[in-house]
């Protein structure tokens, strides 16, 4: 073994302290950059809070106040940010050694050979960019309950105790958890639980726009003005593995436990797969849009192969490390498994439905818009007709 060698492995082994020092820093620097961008100009201001409790979860809290400036804070774990970074080595490993025997599948679904997904890349390059990625998708989709209130458009739409009325008025501070994902003590009426799911796919679809501008941000040199196919390559490179973590995030939440899709919401959170398979339309979408407007015209068909190649070998590894094998072959492993299945079209129908008339709400009280594009808002849930169709038919 050479000197440099053994660094590089050195270099790969990292404490579950330097982890927290790590998320605490990037967290801290996206923090301060929401409130001199936005929070400043609205009086008011974004928190982070950091628990020292052994919990996969992150909690968003508002006053809810519309007539005041926000006051908003977000709660992180130190041991979700240990966990994501945990699970990016984990996957890395299986996809380097153990991903060759899903060849079949990879056939199958024609996604080309399974062991050159991560050929080009570094351990410590995916791991940390994992990492990441992974940390600011879930930070993301805390700041996505927070832009759109989503506590006051709970309490608003569903909650006939405490109605509130259109202006707004004060009310306790309010909490949105993320681990009643995996936890079931919490019972919701039928109602409460499709604004419940709604408002969870509209945190994911602002998560993923704010995450995706960042990605080509990073991505491009600093001198350049043109963006350059080697700008491309790093920006698709990053965007799978950010897939690869959101994925993850998701089967965490959801714990230990079958992933099957239920005709309409119960609980508290949509079923992970089926986030997932939304998350990943939405990622391809975005990147053909890049693609275009940066003048680089890569075609759907291989950005799509890309990222569903790197999002089904995240789903694998999630399978087969919780689950019985026989889930590999139930279909909803597959990307347009989803899509495709009967229960989650009447359940999009529904999500789809009653997104129509939330969304005008959100749009009213949305205090600051990171992502307008001419008069449109991308960080709003949005669906077009075609996709209406597919789940309103
Ligand atoms: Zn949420």
Redesign the pocket.
Known sequence: MTIDTTKKIESLIITDQEICTLAMDVIESIRQDFNNVYYKFLGGELKVLWSNQNKFN?K?SSSGDLKSPPDHSVTLYYATAIRIYRDGEDLYDFVSSRLNKYSDLFEKLNLGEPSCLFKDLEKEHFVKNFFFSGLTYLFG??I??LVQE?SYIRRFFCDSDRNLNASGEASEIEE?E?IE?SASSKQLTRRQSLIWHV??LA??HEAITWCLFELVRQAQEEESIKFSQDDWHRLKENTLIFSCAASCVHFRFNGVKAVYPDEFPIGT?PHPMLRIEKNVFQIISGLEFFSTALGINSSKAEISKYINKGVISANIFWIEKYFDKNDLDSGLLMLGGVINNENTKKYMGLIVNEWEIIRECVESIKRYKPFNAGNQDLGLMFFDENFKKEFTK
């Open positions: 992150a968003a989709h805390e996505g309950h989503h949105i993320e994902a408002t969870e945190a994911d959170h």
